[in-house]
C-alpha cells in the first residue's frame, strides 16, 4: 500500500464518525422491505458512522434530483445511491447523478463490474454503478439488489471509510471540523459539566485569592503561560481546547465559545467583554432544525491587542502586533502589523504609522 494511500485512510479515521445519506430509488419498495437501505443503514451504523438521511423515492428525474439536493444540503459527506443504474428505460439514477459530478471516479463502477464479472460473469456489464464528488460530497450509485449493494460496500466503500480512533474524544474530532450534534455526543456534556462547575469556582473567587485562580485556570485550560492574568468574570463551554501565551491579559466578562481550539499568543491585550466564537450553526434551515453544529479554530497571534467588545468569528486568525478597534466584528483573517476596524473588520492602517502612544 502507497505512502499516500495510508495518509488517506489515516486523514479519514481522524475526521471520526461520517455522516451519510442513504437513497434507495424504487418504484415499489417501501422501508418495511428496503433490504438494500436497509443493510447500508446497519453497515454504516456498524463502522461507527451515522445515518443522517434515508429517503425511498420512485425512479423518476424530479424525485432523485430532489434527494440529491437534499443530500448535498445535509451535512452528509458521503451520499449512496442504490438502484436505477440499470439500461432500462426507467433506470434514471446514473443519467441524473453522472450529470452533476464535478469530478468522477471512473474506478469505482470499472472495479464494481470487475467484481460483479465473479459473481455474476458477463450480466455485469449492464451496470453502469458510479461515483465521483459534488463539492465536498462523495456520491456514489449503485445497483438496487441487496448483493450489489453489499459487494460495493464490503469490498469497495468500507475500505475506504475506516472507523473512528479508539479514543478519539468528540472535541478532538469537532477541532477538526466535524459535524455533530450536541445530545448525540455524551462526552461533551460531561466536558461541559466539569468546564462550569470550575469556572463557577473561578468566577467566585476574591481579588486577594490570585494563587487560587492561577490554579483553577490550569485546571481549566490546555495551557497558560507564566503571568497570564485574566478577570472574572469568564465564561467557555469547555476550557481544555483553549490555550493563552505568557503576559497576556484578559479583562473583564471575556467570551470564549471553544468547541473549537483557541489559541491566544503572548503579551496580547483582550479588552472587557471580548467574544471567541469558535462554533457556528448551518445557515441552511433543515439541518440547523435537525441540530447540527460545527465549529472552525480561531488563532490570536503574539502582542495583539482586541479593543473592548471585538466579536471575532469562527475560523478568524489574526497576525502577530495586530490591533482590532473596539466594537469590531472579525469575520476573515488579519494580516500581522495593522490597525482593522469597523463590521466587518476592515484593514486601516500600519500598527506602526503613529507614534502615539495608544493610537
Known amino acids: 500500500m502507497s505512502e499516500s494511500t495510508d495518509q488517506h ?7 471520526g ?30 463502522a461507527g458512522h451515522e445515518v443522517v438521511l434515508y429517503r425511498i423515492v420512485p425512479d423518476e428525474p424530479y424525485p432523485i434530483t430532489q434527494a440529491l439536493t437534499e443530500a448535498l444540503r445535509s451535512p452528509a459527506r458521503v451520499a449512496l445511491f442504490n438502484g436505477g443504474t440499470g439500461i432500462a428505460k426507467r433506470d434514471r439514477t446514473y443519467d441524473l447523478i453522472a450529470s452533476s459530478l464535478r469530478r468522477e471516479l471512473p474506478g469505482f463502477g470499472e472495479l464494481f463490474r470487475m467484481l460483479s464479472w465473479e459473481e455474476v460473469g458477463a450480466a455485469a456489464m449492464l451496470s ?8 465536498d460530497t462523495f456520491v456514489a450509485c449503485m445497483p438496487g439488489s441487496t448483493n450489489a449493494v453489499q459487494l460495493a460496500w464490503e469490498k469497495l466503500l468500507a475500505p475506504r471509510t475506516p472507523a473512528p480512533g479508539v479514543g478519539d474524544h468528540p472535541l478532538d474530532r469537532l477541532g477538526r471540523g466535524a459535524p455533530y450534534r450536541y445530545d448525540d455526543e455524551p462526552e461533551l ?31 481549566l485550560f490546555g495551557a497558560v503561560g507564566e503571568r497570564v492574568v485574566v478577570k472574572p468574570s469568564l465564561r467557555c463551554d469547555y476550557g481544555t481546547p483553549i490555550t493563552i501565551g505568557a503576559g497576556t491579559f484578559i479583562n473583564y466578562d ?19 467583554r471580548v467574544q471567541l466564537l469558535t ?40 497576525g502577530n502586533d495586530s490591533v482590532i478597534g473596539a466594537g469590531s466584528v472579525v469575520t476573515r483573517d488579519i494580516p500581522p502589523g495593522v490597525v482593522a476596524v469597523g463590521n466587518p473588520a476592515r484593514v486601516i492602517r500600519g500598527a506602526s504609522d503613529s507614534s502615539r502612544l495608544g493610537t
Open 9 to 15: 485512510r489515516a486523514a479519514a479515521a481522524d475526521l
Open 17 to 46: 464518525p461520517i455522516p451519510v445519506a442513504v437513497i434507495t430509488v424504487s418504484d415499489t419498495r417501501t422501508e418495511a422491505d428496503d433490504r438494500s437501505g436497509g443493510f447500508l443503514r446497519e453497515a454504516i451504523a456498524a
Open 128 to 135: 453502469r454503478a458510479t461515483a465521483g464528488t459534488i463539492d
Open 189 to 219: 456534556a460531561v466536558a461541559h459539566a466539569r468546564a462550569q462547575a470550575l469556572l463557577e469556582r473561578y468566577n467566585a473567587t476574591r481579588h486577594d485569592e490570585q494563587n487560587a485562580r492561577r490554579a483553577l485556570l490550569d485546571e
Open 254 to 272: 471575556c467570551v470564549m465559545l471553544d468547541v473549537a481550539p483557541i489559541a491566544i499568543g503572548a503579551d496580547c491585550q483582550i479588552a472587557s
Open 279 to 318: 462554533a457556528e450553526h448551518p445557515v441552511d434551515p433543515v439541518p440547523r432544525r435537525a441540530g447540527w453544529e460545527s465549529a472552525r479554530p480561531i488563532t490570536i497571534g503574539d502582542n495583539v491587542w482586541l479593543g473592548g467588545g471585538v466579536i471575532v468569528c469562527p475560523g478568524v486568525t489574526i
